[in-house]
């Protein structure tokens, strides 16, 4: 049986005299699900090399460590699709990603996703890895996005998104001169009952939280700097329209009646441009940034 690198926890001295499944819990963040699969592991979870139950009580000096066995995406057709890499080491993928690609296989859309190019990268160099986003960007929207190569990392960062501490900042273009220079939209959103692959602002909608700061004023347009503190789907698309500035290019939430063809660009000009969390396996604070894409340099530069 193959295992991933495992992850490790040196137990220091305040911690002496815990339990096990305390320091797996508290310490190394391994949910209850995920502890649940471990256990069934040989050597899933090991306090000095050698199996333990989670009940057993841990020293100082005790170096604990986790391990998952290797997974495939075997229902991933491999394809030769470039992929951008920002970082890359055992535990995580940072990725740019294009705009005009989904990140995941879906009905109707098997290939020519992030993930073939992605699995084809990886069975290049000999790795056995699951693809598994930690998040995901819409279709055209393009810039940061996150992969975790075991469950344990899929885990870990979904749980420090659940607590609003990771960063997510966009570089959006959106009509009109935005006023005031920052602000905060707090509109809760859902799917539309008539459309259900359209979001609306409702007021029974999931709690939806968008901040932003002018970065440019343009001719009847503006460049933003947008940070979410929730992350719905299509959520800035959504509150920006709501606020009466959709993105430029947007012919879903769009609502200006400006023919859009004639933008120098062919999507919403909406851009992933930082992601920062604390790595999972290091507890280093990490902040992956991907520069602005050509066709969002060309739309401002029409508009000044």
């Known amino acids: 049986m193959s295992y991933y690198e495992p ?20 310490k190394m963040m ?6 649940s699969r471990l256990k069934l592991t040989e050597r899933g979870i090991t306090v000095n090399g050698t199996r333990q139950y989670i009940n057993c009580r841990v020293k100082e000096g ?17 394809q030769d699709i470039p992929v951008d890499v920002l970082f890359e080491d055992d535990h995580l993928l940072i990725v740019n990603k294009p705009a005009g690609i989904i990140v995941h296989p879906t009905t109707g859309h098997w290939s020519n996703t992030l993930a073939n190019g992605v699995v084809h ?12 986003p930690i998040h995901r960007l819409d279709r055209e929207t393009s810039g940061v996005l996150a992969i975790a190569k075991n469950p344990y990392i899929h885990q ?9 501490t990771v960063e997510k900042e966009y570089t959006a273009i959106v009509q009109g001169l935005v006023e005031p220079e920052s602000g905060t939209i707090d509109a809760p959103i859902d799917r539309n009952p008539d459309s259900p692959h359209y979001r609306i602002v409702t007021p029974g909608g999931y709690p939806s939280i968008t901040h932003y700061q002018v970065a440019e004023r343009l001719r009847e347009a503006t460049m933003l700097k947008v940070v979410l503190e929730t992350g719905r789907t299509h959520q800035i698309r959504v509150h920006m329209t709501h606020l009466g500035h959709p993105l430029l290019g947007d012919s879903m939430y769009g609502i200006c009646a400006d023919d859009a063809n004639e933008l120098p660009i062919g999507r919403h000009a909406l851009h992933a441009s930082k992601l920062s969390f604390v790595h999972p396996a290091t507890g280093e604070k ?16 029409s508009l000044r």
């Not at 290049?124 to 693809?131: A, D, N, S, T, Y």
């Not at 870990?156 to 609003?164: D, G, H, R």
């Open 156 to 164: 870990n960062v979904s749980e420090q998104m659940k607590a609003n």
């Open 121 to 132: 990268m990886w069975l290049e160099r000999g790795l056995r890895i699951r693809f598994r």
């Open 62 to 78: 005790d170096v604990v460590e986790v391990r998952m066995e290797e997974e495939t995406s075997e229902d991933i057709l491999p």
């Open 286 to 301: 990490m902040i992956f940034s991907a520069p602005l894409p050509q066709d969002m340099k060309e739309l401002l530069s």
């Open 30 to 35: 391994v949910s209850r699900k995920l502890l």
């Open 7 to 26: 992850l490790t926890y040196l137990v220091p001295a305040e911690e002496d005299g815990l339990e096990l499944k305390a320091i797996l819990h508290r």
